[in-house]
């Protein structure tokens, strides 16, 4: 009987073997640029689901996942598309977790992924404009557009009684988008803007910004930037100055980074971030820990934009995006079992059963049309230096 068992025990692993493969994911964020700091835990939690995939044994026929990471920076088109190309062409990824900003997402979407038939998947590119994109159905993210964080934004400052407020936005995709967004549902409420005006990343001073934006006035000053760069470099000339003492602060500006660098000056500021208090929250913030790192914003959307991948590509039974493509709202909504962070495994045997899934993940997601989140939004404010959340939305 032993003779048989292992026989047939051996006849299986050659089975597993046989369909078992090496398969490359990219994971190309922004680990320069404006926002790097944000970048380490972005690609942790993408790396964490690959991880867990792997380990569970269970993804097609015991395939192990390969992360494979480029540096997409933020706002370098050039440098976005060498790293999209390096990645496709060279490492032969079979689809991309990427890019951290807008910038460099529409440029390896349009120059690499269109062109070369890969998914891209962002966790957190957030610009309304890459709705639009004409992306052959390539392109997916985690994250919800800025077309709805204006809204909410703006819901926030009239709440607060915020009459009239001074923006500036940082001069590409991103901020333009997401400013325009906010002035038009801030007005649209009857607020007021004095000024609208675009500010450059990478200088060493903002006197001029800062002086303009002092004198058009307003109850708050609203930094639609980047939190290691231009964002942070208005707000320190700003309470340099005296120029403005409160700020409203957009996503790409939430992170400890900033309040490290800033710290009570922020006292009394207040912002949005993607976020839930969904329990798959709470368990991805466990996995995180237990991992040796803390999950920082966007670092759920990671995952979560891994983790469809993987079980979209276990669904086309294929690692071809082609075939991919076609499963991923399959596999991210109803109807289904729900699937929560650290039952990957389970959710990878359900679909090689031929059942269905519905994943809800770290950030509860639901993708709408064109293959966006929802989105949620966790809503902070500063207290003793430090981001504190106040709620959700």
């Known amino acids: ?18 369909h078992a493969e090496t398969v490359k994911i990219g994971v190309a964020l922004g680990f320069t640029g404006p926002a790097e700091s944000l970048a380490p835990a972005m690609a942790a939690g993408a790396e964490l ?4 995939a792997s380990d569970s044994g269970a993804f097609m026929g015991g395939s192990k996942i390969v992360p494979v990471r480029g540096d997409s920076t933020c706002v370098d088109a050039a440098a976005a598309t060498a790293t999209a190309e390096r990645l496709v062409s060279a490492e ?11 910038g460099a997402t529409t440029a390896m979407l349009k120059n690499v992924a269109v062109p070369k038939g890969v998914l891209l998947f962002s966790p957190s590119a957030t610009s309304p404009a890459l709705t639009t994109i004409a992306d052959n159905d390539f392109f997916f993210r985690a994250s919800p557009s800025d077309a709805r964080q204006g809204q909410i934004i703006a819901d926030m400052l009239m709440e607060k009684g915020v009459k009239k407020a001074a923006l500036t936005y940082t001069n590409n995709d991103y901020g333009k988008g997401l400013a325009d967004s906010i002035k038009t549902n801030f007005e649209k409420k009857g607020g007021k803007l004095t000024i609208y005006a675009s500010h450059e990343d990478g200088k060493g001073d903002y006197t001029a910004e800062v002086g303009a934006l002092a004198s058009a006035g307003g109850d708050i000053l609203i930094v639609v930037g980047y939190l290691d760069q ?19 602060l957009p996503d790409a500006m939430i992170g400890e980074s900033l309040t490290t660098a800033i710290g009570a000056g922020l006292n009394g500021s207040y912002g949005v971030v993607p976020g839930t208090d969904s329990p798959g929250a709470a368990q991805y913030g466990k996995l995180a820990e237990k991992a040796g790192f803390k999950a920082g914003p966007y670092s759920p959307e990671s995952y979560d934009a891994a983790a469809l991948t993987i079980l979209a590509m276990q669904a086309a039974k294929s690692t071809d ?21 650290g039952e990957l495994g389970k959710a990878l045997k359900l679909i090689a059963e031929g059942k269905d899934v519905d994943y809800v993940g770290a950030s509860a997601v639901e993708l709408i049309e064109p293959g966006e989140s929802a989105g949620n939004y966790r809503t902070v404010e500063v207290k003793g230096g430090k981001f504190q959340t106040t709620g959700y939305r």
């Not at 032969?92 to 807008?102: E, R």
């Open 92 to 102: 032969k990824v079979s689809a991309i977790i990427g890019g951290l900003c807008s």
């Open 1 to 18: 009987m032993k003779k048989i068992l292992t026989a047939t025990a051996i006849a299986a692993a050659l089975a597993v073997s046989a």
């Open 230 to 248: 231009g964002g942070r470099g208005i707000i320190r000339s700003s309470l340099d100055t005296g120029a403005f003492n409160k700020f409203f």
């Open 49 to 52: 689901a690959m991880k867990e």
């Open 321 to 341: 995006s082609n075939k991919v493509k076609a499963k991923v709202r399959s596999v991210a909504n109803a109807p289904g079992v729900k699937i929560y962070p």
